[in-house]
Nanobody, 121 residues
Framework: QVQPVESGGGSVQAGGSLKLSCVAS??????????SHWYRQAPGKERELVST???????TYADSVKGRFTISQDFAKNTMYLEMASLKSEDTAVYYC?????????????WGQGTQVTVSS
């Protein structure tokens, strides 16, 4: 099975930067086939989509992070990244990667357990 593992979270001051990583472990993962995503969830709030990267490299971002966050992937390392700059207190959340991989002819998502990002004002 595919098991994504996030890392790179931590505590930073407002205006600081962090780079999150999501590594696919296990077997059977096809990185360069389906779209993958970063989500985040703050306590008491619904999980929201932060960014998406398609198999051809096309990227999209939530309006709240556009211009500050950058999603990328390194196929050779089976790793997806989220570079976060100019961080705000509103960015405080648990960040989850969701890696896309074919499942019975369609693209399914494999979820990591999350990494905490805390931004102090």
């Amino acid at each position: 099975q595919v098991q994504p593992v996030e890392s790179g979270g931590g505590s930073v001051q407002a205006g600081g930067s962090l780079k999150l990583s999501c590594v696919a472990s296990g077997s059977g993962y096809r990185f360069n086939t389906c779209a993958s995503h970063w989500y985040r969830q703050a306590p008491g709030k619904e999980r929201e989509l932060v960014s998406t990267i398609s198999s051809d490299g096309t990227t999209t971002y939530a309006d709240s992070v556009k211009g500050r966050f950058t999603i990328s992937q390194d196929f050779a390392k089976n790793t997806m990244y989220l570079e976060m700059a100019s961080l705000k207190s509103e960015d405080t959340a648990v960040y989850y990667c969701a890696l896309g991989s074919p499942q019975y002819g369609i693209c399914g998502l494999y979820w990591g357990q999350g990494t905490q990002v805390t931004v102090s004002s």
